[in-house]
């Protein structure tokens, strides 16, 4: 009896649980799942690596390396190109230096030639000497065997001066221009002292030949000199004639000119205005 009561008891506890179930499935809206009578798939398993902190700090260092690398690389490559870029600045700033009618073949050979000199000219001399000499002997060449050259060289050194140190360039034209009137009047002086000189030798030269009637003038060739001065002298004077005579006949000329054009602009106008009264009462009479 009690066997069949408890029985009783628990089936009725099922259907209640069964209808609990059954009523929570319909207040949520949800179809129940119906299950497979197949067996489920295994589960995919998603591994995930993850480094360790040592690994991470490796690869912060290597980055880090990298990085310093590339940059290092970069700067390098920079100051490379600007490096060409330097060189082919004064390779054409040096190739128009040369003037292209001066052979360079024989004469830069002269001017390293002159220069080798100097150092072993001055090779035993005096720390000054031996600091001067041989720029001094390398310009000297330079002028003398490519003038040209020189003076495009002259030239460049000039505009950078005026670029980065004018004053010392003002002090050094003054300095120049002072030394070439030095020059000119010393030039002068010496050419005036030496005519004097000359003039007094043969007024000295003419009284002897006049005393004592030697010919002294012709022995010693200032008969020939004075006729050499004699011949400038009349070469000259034709030049001054031939001169005169070219601007007399410009003169002459240029008065012609004046003439004619007077003359026809007198007879344009009186074309314009008619003849005179007296000549046209003697047509009418």
């Known amino acids: 009896m009690f066997r069949i009561v408890a029985s009783r008891r628990s089936a009725a506890l099922a259907a209640a649980s069964v209808a609990g179930v059954t009523l929570a499935d319909v207040d949520t809206g949800k179809p129940r799942e119906k299950l497979s009578i197949y067996p489920s798939p295994t589960p995919e398993i998603l591994l995930l690596d993850t480094p360790s902190v040592l690994e991470t700090r490796i690869g912060e260092v290597r980055r880090n390396v990298t990085d310093a690398y590339n940059n290092g690389y970069n700067q390098v490559q920079g100051l490379v190109s600007r490096w060409i870029g330097v060189e082919q600045a004064v390779e ?54 490519l ?83 004699a011949k400038e002298q009349a070469k000259v004077g034709a030049g001054e004639l031939v001169t005169a005579k070219d601007q007399l006949k410009e003169q002459a000329n240029v008065q012609t000119e004046e003439l004619k054009k007077a003359a026809e602009k007198e007879i344009g106008k009186v074309g314009r205005e008619g003849p005179p009264n007296g000549l046209e009462g003697s047509k009418k009479v």
């Open 147 to 229: 003038p040209k050259t020189a003076a495009n060289v002259g030239e460049y050194a000039e505009e950078l001066e005026e670029r980065f140190v004018p004053a010392f360039g003002h002090f050094r034209r003054t300095g120049v221009a002072h030394s070439r009137m030095g020059w000119e009047q010393l030039k002068d002086r010496t050419a005036s002292g030496r005519e004097s000189l000359s003039r007094s030798v043969s007024g000295v030269i003419g009284q002897v030949q006049a005393g004592t009637g030697l010919k002294l003038q012709e022995a010693m060739g200032y008969a020939q000199e004075k006729v050499e001065q």
């Open 92 to 145: 054409s700033r040096i190739k128009s230096f040369r003037d292209p009618t001066e052979p360079l073949t024989p004469s830069i050979l002269y001017v390293g030639i002159a220069t080798l000199t100097g150092s072993i000219l001055a090779r035993s001399r005096s720390l000054p000497v031996r600091v001067a000499l041989p720029p001094t002997l390398f310009v000297a060449s330079l002028m003398h065997f």
